[in-house]
């Protein structure tokens, strides 16, 4: 059956709250590296990985069943097989990778977990590589790096680094060894990183473009040429709006919507049956006194007295105790549905009447819709958007809390994605048909007046005279570089990287806005010195051109892989199951302490 039951035990009852299970809420918030000046190097070290696309890691509970053979079915990366344990290893340090990039633990869906895949692979491949070419990190070089991380005017700090992996440990569940076997394989990673980039030849050329493209000085000539279009300038047809919905089919796909069968136990019919004492309100009182602290206008604490709340303590009370009660009677209806039923809807009802309830029907809604004006309607949806179609077990739900009332879902029928009919749309379809005609008509007569432009000053006109005509405003900027543009200049962003490759004489490309178009002359340009040795821009593309080729051995060392294939492995009998004791959330932060020199940066 549907695993939606949520239950916590309140601090203000002994009652036990269900709700259905939804999408796993975020942590606290995001983990910050807190240790002021070694920020910096941190992102250096451990952000790389995020610049060479290795992104997203996971933990161990996706990982097929651990095994230190590798079979005939095994995948392959370079042509030999790879261990499932290798595989399980480089998921280990994915995590970490995970955690430290984004500052927030790993989520189970599918598009983390073909990205996850993929990361995983890569460590794989990086660790072989290094295993070949005698790069693996050593222990002596670990500590080094460790020491030289968390560091304190240039001298080791062991208290810092201890607060650093209790910190870790605490917010994402990541023991010392695997943080430690993290920095090892990023230490390997940029050895693999700067042998490649080593073997990499900058031609002279390279290096002047990119001294001047950064250093030359620039001056520019730039109007906005207003530029009119209406809605009377086009005609759509019929003929038009039917080959733009035919063309277009995703722009207007309607969500996957389902109908439940449900019923409702509302609380309010239990209330009469809950009853709770003075002395049963004061225990609850003074167990959670802090809840009851009142602030006046001078900023002072007091508390409230008893007195003045018994009431309101009394009705949450038996408003939890109601809850459970519901929530019990939602549990054995539940327990009571069989689940090797062929006809799981006629099952459900079957069962329904057995308790003396009548099922409503409810109408079709999609994921995020709002359903049946209920309090906490997202936990509704969630539910009956777990339920599997014709899947005895998963087609109804465990009990769902949802404000006043405790529900039981059966899935009734599914509409899948579709596209919505012509007709149900034509008046969206006729609007962005509109907008796209507007927007090419626009684009037309911008081009054409910028052309105009440009012959006028070709033809010997300057500028500011050629864009008079249009009752334009021509605008002249001081000399800037592009690392001190002229801000005041609109879509200045846009200009500097129209002329950084554009000669004194030239146009930029026009940029056409809502209501004109930017044109911009290259006044002048020349030659400037902000001290750039060329060596250390020989040494930057030689580091830039480096990760280019770390990529495509990357991705040539992995094209034998079938990640999709892997991904149906980890739903396969051979997937190991999580203890009964753990939750979900704890199995795939489990602590393994192992150590696993891999990782892609």
């Not at 809420?25 to 610049?51: D, E, H, Q, S």
């Not at 709770?276 to 006194?289: F, G």
């Not at 001190?484 to 129209?498: G, I, K, V, W, Y």
Request: with cysteine; hydrophobic share 35%; net charge negative.
């Amino acid at each position: 059956m549907c695993s939606s039951t949520k239950t916590s035990m309140s601090d203000k009852s002994t009652s036990i709250e269900s709700s259905p299970k939804s999408p796993r809420p975020p942590a606290p918030k995001p983990y910050r590296f807190v240790f002021g000046p070694m920020r910096k190097r941190l992102i250096l070290i451990f952000g790389g990985v995020v610049v060479f696309s290795f992104l997203l890691g996971y933990g161990p509970g996706s990982c097929i069943r651990m095994s230190s053979v590798a079979t005939d079915d095994s995948p392959t990366v370079g042509g030999m097989a790879v261990k499932p344990i290798e595989l399980q290893e480089a998921r280990r340090l994915a995590i970490v990778q995970y955690c430290l990039s984004f500052g927030d633990k790993p989520r189970n869906n599918e598009e983390d977990m073909n990205l996850i895949d993929r990361t995983a692979w890569s460590h794989v491949a990086a660790r072989r590589l290094a295993e070949r070419l005698g790069m693996m990190t050593g222990t002596d070089e670990l500590r080094e790096e460790i020491e030289r991380t968390f560091s304190k005017d240039g001298k080791y700090d062991p208290v810092e680094y201890e607060r650093q992996k209790g910190l870790l440990a605490m917010n994402f569940g990541i023991g010392p060894a695997d943080f430690e076997s993290y920095i090892r394989s990023n230490l390997t990673v940029r050895k693999l990183l700067d042998v490649m980039s080593a073997a990499c030849w900058i031609p002279p050329f390279e290096v002047h473009r990119y001294m001047s493209r950064y250093t030359d000085s620039f001056v520019l000539d730039y109007a906005h040429l207003p530029v009119q279009v209406a809605d009377t300038d086009i005609k759509i047809t019929l003929d038009d709006m039917l080959s733009f919905h035919e063309d277009n089919p995703s722009m207007f796909q309607e969500p996957e919507m389902r109908r439940v069968n449900y019923v409702a136990f509302p609380l309010s019919d239990y209330m009469d049956e809950t009853s709770v004492t003075d002395k049963e309100a004061r225990d609850l009182y003074d167990r959670n006194y802090e809840d009851y602290i009142s602030i006046d206008t001078n900023n002072l604490e007091s508390i409230i007295p008893f007195e003045d709340v018994r009431d309101e303590i009394r009705d949450e009370i038996r408003t939890d105790m109601a809850r459970d009660m519901a929530e019990r009677k939602a549990m054995d209806l539940v327990l009571a549905i069989p689940t090797d039923a062929v006809e799981t809807t006629k099952a459900f009802d079957t069962t329904c009447a057995a308790y003396q309830l009548e099922p409503s029907l409810s109408p079709y809604f999609a994921r995020y819709d709002d359903v049946l004006d209920i309090v906490d309607a997202h936990d509704f949806a969630e539910a009956t958007f777990e339920l599997i179609e014709g899947d005895a077990q998963r087609s109804f739900s465990d009990p769902v809390t949802c404000g006043d009332r405790v529900f039981v879902l059966s899935l009734d029928s599914i509409l899948p994605t579709r596209t919505a009919a012509f007709e149900s749309v034509s008046n969206r379809v006729q609007t962005l048909v509109l907008s796209k005609a507007l927007a090419e008509l626009r684009e037309s007569r911008s081009q054409d007046i910028a052309d105009t432009v440009k012959l006028a000053v070709k033809a010997g006109t300057n500028f500011a005279d050629a864009v008079l005509p249009f009752g334009a405003e021509p605008f002249r900027t001081d000399p800037f570089s592009l690392f001190s543009p002229d801000t005041n200049m609109p879509q200045s962003q846009a200009f500097l990287t129209a002329v950084a490759s554009r000669h004194a004489g030239e146009f930029a490309e026009p940029i056409i806005e809502t209501n004109g178009v930017l044109v911009a002359f290259v006044a002048e340009r020349k030659p400037g010195d902000l001290g750039l040795d060329p060596r250390y821009v020989v040494h930057l593309l030689k580091q830039e051109r480096g990760s280019l080729v770390y990529q495509d051995w990357l991705a040539q060392e992995l094209k034998e892989v079938d990640f999709a294939g892997e991904n149906a492995s980890r739903s396969s009998d051979d997937e190991p199951e999580p203890d009964a004791t753990e939750s979900e959330d704890d199995y795939l932060q489990s602590d393994d302490q192992s150590q696993v020199p891999v990782d892609t940066e």
